[in-house]
């Protein structure tokens, strides 16, 4: 599917993104914005929201680096990520409306995120989503506060990441306290970024060492309980 653009963003004009369109069938589907990680609109971004095109699903995947790449994007992207508000969360509810205005879209959205868009995901829970995906993704200061009246949270973490360490725990303690509906999980085995799949090369080499690597059982069985989460929430 070639590339699309998304009107009414907030950083820019349009957003460039990525649009995955079920193969069989007419529509209207249940849509899912998917939200990349700090790397930006990589290969690995595009076939996640593939994948969720291939189980039914209109997927689209914004690039919010679209006003000046990564390097000029970076910091008040991640500075929207820390104080809840910026130019990114007006570009994600601009691409959330996109999709939901589609002939072919039901008008049910889901947000799914890796790292720094699992951390957006996760805000969006209560944000005009009607599930969110985030994939360990920062966990907001205040989370019983931010978190309160968020649709169904469905979270998956690495016991390995060492700069999340403890957030599964803290994220499934909050969202019990506040009686949303959620299924938060640590996977043993796996690391930071273990449902991505970067590449070959040197980056590939020093991200193993790090333990940032893909980990397929783990990632499988993230992707298993997301599309259930994902089929309960958005297709009634």
Known sequence: MP?????????????????????VG???????VVLHEVFGLTVDTRQQADRLAAAGYLAVAPDLYSAGGAVRCLRSTFRALTSGEGNAFGDIEATRAWLASRDDCTGRIGVLGFCMGGGFALLGATRGFDASAPNYGPLPRDAEEVLRGACPVVASYGRRDIGLRGAAARL??????????????????????????????????????????????????AWARILRTFERTLLD
């Open 172 to 221: 499934e303690s909050a969202l019990t306290s506040l009686g949303v509906e959620h299924d938060v999980k640590e996977y043993a085995d796996a690391g930071h970024s273990f449902l991505n799949r970067h590449g070959l090369g040197p980056l590939a080499v020093l991200e193993r060492v790090a333990g940032f690597n893909y980990h397929e059982p783990s990632a499988e069985d």
């Open 3 to 23: 590339d699309v653009t998304v009107p009414g963003a907030s950083s820019a004009p349009e957003l460039r993104a990525h649009l995955g369109v079920p193969p």
């Open 26 to 32: 007419s529509g209207p589907w249940p849509g899912v």
